[in-house]
Structures are given as structure tokens and as C-alpha cells.
């Protein structure tokens, strides 16, 4: 029933090439926020360590679309500015989305760019806030380029180092998955929970 879910699955339909093309497009482009880029990563990784392509080809590929993924976010955000807060919402968009990133963007500055590649959704948002917010290309470049590396051999690394670990991890990648996507959307609960809490301590 899964079986639609399963990152080997998606991989082996769609080829390193593919994954190159969803980190891409979660990296920056608005529409992107679905994809599911820390468990492609991560099985990729796992992948590679089956030798069925190279963790240096896969790392270097993902960095490069990472980095310009954001980069061409950053461009987006830099040419549509404040319009995007009043967008409407659309199949692709949710106004909530850039609302709750500007929140963490907010909150943590410069760093949101290094922070938000590990949080689904806000990193799609981060670099197209900082486009709107004008902030310095070349420090946003230099941001860029860390959490990109950092997201990439983390999660890819993770999986290359357990399938050299764990015999036959490939049985058990959807539990592996899941709890990556649990962990990685903790910082967003705790987000909201903690705005709540502020909320209700107004009232």
C-alpha cells in the first residue's frame, strides 16, 4: 500500500539525474516544497553504498543543485519582493507556507539559510525570503553553500553509512524514512507550539 512512498522505488524510476532535479526544485523553486528530498538523499546514499553509482557523484551532483536551486530561489524572491505576502493561495502555493518560513527567517537571520535545509517547507521558503529581504548576495552565497553541503552529506552520508553497517537495511527503509520525516518536522512543530503558547498568554 507504500509501496508508492518507497524512495527506492522513486529512485530507480527516476535515476541519479532525477534526484539531482528534486533537490533542485525543493531547494527554490516555490512549488517544490512537496518533494521529498531528505529521503531521496538519504536512500540515494544507501544506494551508493550498494555500488549502484558513485556517493562522490551523487554528493557533488546534489551540492551543485542545491546550491543553485536556492540561488535561482534567492533570484525569485529578489524579483517578486513583498508581492509574494499578498499572493493568492494556488495548487502549487500556500501563503501559510511563506508566513511560517518569514517566522523562522525572522528569528534566526542570516543563519535561517543553514538552519532551514533541514526543516521541510521552510527551506524552500528561506532563500526566496532572503531574495525578498535584499539581503547581500555574496553572504547569502556563502550560507548557501554551507547548508548545502551540510544537508547533502549529512542525510546522503547517513544512508551510505548504514548500508555499509546494517545487512539487508533495504527491508527496512520505509520505518527509516518515516523517522526522518518525523525528526525533520520537529522544529516546525515546536514553532507552532511555541507561538500558540504566546498566543494564549495574551488572552
Known amino acids: 500500500m507504500l509501496h508508492f512512498l518507497d524512495p527506492l522505488v522513486i529512485i530507480k524510476a527516476i535515476g541519479i539525474l532525477g534526484v539531482f ?3 533542485f526544485a525543493e531547494s527554490g523553486l516555490f512549488f517544490g516544497f512537496f518533494l521529498p528530498g531528505d529521503s531521496l538523499l538519504f536512500t540515494a546514499g544507501l544506494l551508493a553504498s550498494q555500488h549502484l553509482f558513485s556517493i562522490w557523484f551523487l554528493v557533488i551532483g546534489c551540492v551543485i543543485a542545491a546550491i543553485a536551486g536556492d540561488s535561482v530561489g534567492y533570484s525569485f524572491g529578489s524579483y517578486i519582493g513583498v508581492r509574494i ?6 495548487f502549487f502555493f500556500r501563503k501559510k507556507h511563506v508566513e511560517r518560513s518569514h517566522a523562522f527567517y525572522e528569528k534566526y537571520g542570516a543563519k535561517a539559510i543553514v538552519l532551514a535545509r533541514f ?10 525570503l532572503a ?3 535584499t539581503m547581500n548576495y555574496r553572504k547569502f552565497l556563502a550560507y548557501n553553500a554551507i547548508g548545502g553541503a551540510s544537508w547533502v552529506i549529512c542525510l546522503s552520508g547517513l544512508g551510505y553509512f548504514l548500508g555499509n553497517s546494517i545487512p539487508n537495511i533495504d527491508h527496512y527503509i520505509l520505518p527509516i524514512i518515516l523517522l526522518i520525516i518525523l525528526i525533520s518536522f520537529l522544529p516546525i512543530l515546536y514553532e507552532y ?8 498568554s495574551k488572552h
Open 85 to 90: 505576502f499578498t499572493r493568492e493561495d494556488s
Open 21 to 23: 532535479a528534486v533537490i
Open 131 to 133: 531574495g525578498v529581504g
Open 119 to 128: 526543516v521541510p517547507i521552510v527551506r524552500t521558503f528561506a532563500p526566496i
Open 193 to 200: 507550539l511555541s507561538a500558540r503558547k504566546k498566543t494564549n
